[in-house]
């Protein structure tokens, strides 16, 4: 299988967005707040990148976008200091670590946006992706109930899982991470 390439996400891949949000269960899509499968919902999008106030990546293989990871943030708000991750990867693309790629990538840019918190919201039936969140120091903050409705209407959870950066570090420093030999 061919390399994943991961690169910022740009106008000119407005279709393939497009093509991989219509592939993508709409289950997998839930903790969005919007639906990403309207076209509409990417150009708004690509209109917050250009605006700065999204960074977002896509994970490419052999010109078919397979994953997408965004870092939401509201430089103007109270809470300036936080921003809100969220990663989708294709189903025939799980289970390989292109998830963590692109959640570590994201993570990067909250480090060089200077971020002290991160959150990622999700439902709690999706295990590997709480796992995987939690594996790079995301906790539990929050479920919230009856928080999102399905197109048939049926009533989802959401957990918001956040990610506290000095408290992490703090975890690194006290167990010698990072430390030179």
Do not use: N
């Not at 052999?62 to 189903?91: C, F, K, M, N, Q």
């Not at 692109?102 to 590997?128: C, F, H, N, V």
């Amino acid at each position: 299988m061919r390399e994943c390439r991961i690169r910022r996400f740009r106008e000119g891949d407005r279709d393939g967005m497009e093509a991989f949000a219509r592939a993508l269960p709409d289950h997998d899509l839930l903790f969005l707040g919007r639906d990403l499968k309207h076209p509409r919902v990417i150009a708004a999008w690509l209109e917050a990148i250009a605006e700065g106030w999204i960074d977002s990546l896509v994970a490419e293989r052999e010109g078919r976008i397979v994953g997408t990871a965004a870092l939401v943030r509201d430089p103007l708000g109270w809470s300036a200091h936080v921003g809100e991750i969220r990663l989708l990867v294709a189903a025939d693309e799980r289970g390989a670590g292109l998830g963590r790629d692109l959640l570590q990538a994201g993570m990067a840019i909250a480090g060089e946006r200077g971020l002290a918190k991160l959150t990622a919201t999700m439902t709690p039936d999706q295990r590997a992706s709480i796992e995987l969140f939690e594996t790079l120091g995301f906790r539990g903050e929050a479920l919230l109930r009856d928080q999102v409705r399905d197109r048939a209407g049926q009533p989802h959870d959401l957990l918001i899982l956040a990610y506290d950066a000095a408290r992490v570090a703090a975890g690194h420093r006290a167990y010698g991470f990072g430390a030179q030999a």
